[in-house]
């Protein structure tokens, strides 16, 4: 088990490699890209930052519940910070157990609650130039009000 | 007594700076100290965002001692 | 979409950037490795044998189905064939999604198709130097017997 | 009518063959190919493998046409 903040590219085959051995039969790996449309808007980058002493503590308990609670899986967790292009990995989750429903269990585990729990903040660029704080919680209102005017 | 108050992302923003100082009397929380900062950005932050005392999340009741960090913690939007 | 049977070792990292895209903010890798063990018995290597044309074709039916039913997922799957050693890939799904949840429910869906309905068959080799083919039927009522006798 | 009969996996090692020549009556079944390799076999295939005709399942009541593939198909095992 490891978690990790960095600051490089994720290398997305080491953290495959670091996860598999001979007795676990099922790897799966979640890896979250910057994409070029968000909330209907058009990205150009993408900027991370966390607290990142925080953070590191709550990936790394995130990390310990998804393996105690999914059969000991193992559970590698990358989470890239500063200044990303379009298709960057920000984040890497690698999980690894003999039988394949564990590993899609905890790695779904542990990025619904990275996404939850984890204080880290991305600040979109957008095309026009702007750029702005990223908050989920207005782009589910957002989403909302879209669902109703349809 | 002294405490650390650490804004981050939108919050810091709103502030000018990602790193208050604050004098506080024996007994506050972190509430009070959410409460301190909130006037001073002319209330600009939420009434009831996310808190964390010493990179825990805390409820605004948490009772703080001398040399606490008090984080108050924007939407998170890892991932 | 792409699926395919191969004959030589599945390079992963190809599999993800093939699936990557900038409007894509999800990948999910699935990988099954070779456990050396297997239904209690020490497994020493595998062979993997295909009704060739028939599996190629059911292999594709699933990758579609997948991608039909979450949301246009991108889908690409490899199958290997032939002589495997302990923790040699023998199968690899990498789906993506602007959003994680269709990446993970096709990832899903087409490991579970797989295993039921594409003709392929694998022969274990075991520490003492027997050989078995598998058979996952029969592997379930193993498993209910050892239940019953706890 | 000629029909190909293809055996795999554990199904060809109690065969000895991975393919048989059948020669069947017209409006012969997959059910029927199945019933005579099986009696080659001293009935030790399963009486209800999964068969498939021309490289897709089908059920024993499928009616095959000359030059068809019958495939006898064992559980199947990948991933």
Same mark, same amino acid.
């Given at each position: 088990m490891r978690t990790a903040l960095v600051d490089r590219p994720i290398d997305v085959t080491a953290l495959a490699n670091e996860v598999a =051995?001979? =007795?676990?039969?099922a790897s799966v790996l979640f890896i979250g890209t910057v994409r070029n449309v968000n909330d209907g808007r058009a990205v150009t980058g993408m900027e991370y930052t966390a607290y990142r002493g925080m953070a590191e503590r709550e990936l790394a308990a995130i990390a310990r519940e998804a393996s105690e609670e999914f059969g000991g899986s193992d559970v590698v967790v990358e989470h890239r910070l500063g200044a990303l292009e379009l298709g960057d990995a920000s984040v890497v989750i690698a999980t690894a157990h003999p039988h394949r429903g564990a590993a899609y269990a905890a790695s779904r585990y542990v990025i619904e609650q990275l996404k939850r729990r984890v204080p880290i903040w991305k600040r979109e660029h957008y095309v026009d130039g702007t750029r702005e704080w990223v908050d989920p919680t207005r782009q589910a209102n957002h989403a909302e009000q879209a669902e109703v005017s349809k | 007594m002294q405490v650390t108050v650490l804004l981050f992302a939108s919050y810091a923003d709103t502030l000018g700076t990602s790193s208050i100082p604050l004098e506080l009397s024996s007994g506050a929380t972190a509430g009070d100290a959410l409460d301190q900062v909130r006037s001073l950005a002319a209330d600009a932050l939420p009434s009831k965002p996310l808190l964390a005392v010493n990179e825990r999340y805390a409820r605004p009741e948490h009772v703080l001692a001398a040399g606490d960090e008090v984080a108050i913690i924007p939407p998170v939007a890892g991932g």
């Open positions: =051995s001979a =007795s676990n039969g | -």
